[in-house]
Nanobody, 115 residues
Framework: QVQLVESGGGLVQPGGSLRLSCAAS????????MSWYRQAPGKERELVAS???????NYADSMKGRCTISRDNAKNTMYLQMNSLKHEDTAVYYC?????????WGKGTLVTVSS
């Protein structure tokens, strides 16, 4: 069974950095594109960044230049390095994958940007 488990969230001051991780199990991780989404309070879930199986990346305009998505196929883990965090980056961050025409979500990790 495919499982995605996020970690690395927490409280950070504006301007600070965090690195989120998404550990995948039950799947040949290297074969699939992966994504990070986020959902802020009262808002819809939105795409933050994606990475293809080959390592090509795509970023939402709101995070472009402030985050880096990466993957370590040997560890079955995807990462999101976020820098220069702003109050508006406060959200639950989710790991997402579409595997064999089914969608999978992690349970999310909360990022709070506050002084």
């Amino acid at each position: 069974q495919v499982q995605l488990v996020e970690s690395g969230g927490g409280l950070v001051q504006p301007g600070g950095s965090l690195r989120l991780s998404c550990a995948a199990s039950g799947v040949t991780f290297s074969s699939y594109a992966m994504s990070w989404y986020r959902q802020a309070p009262g808002k819809e879930r939105e795409l933050v960044a994606s990475i293809s199986s080959g390592g090509n990346t795509n970023y939402a305009d709101s995070m472009k230049g402030r985050c880096t998505i990466s993957r370590d196929n040997a560890k079955n883990t995807m990462y999101l390095q976020m820098n220069s965090l702003k109050h508006e980056d406060t959200a639950v961050y989710y790991c997402y994958a579409m595997i064999r025409f089914r969608t999978y979500w992690g349970k999310g990790t909360l990022v709070t940007v506050s002084s």
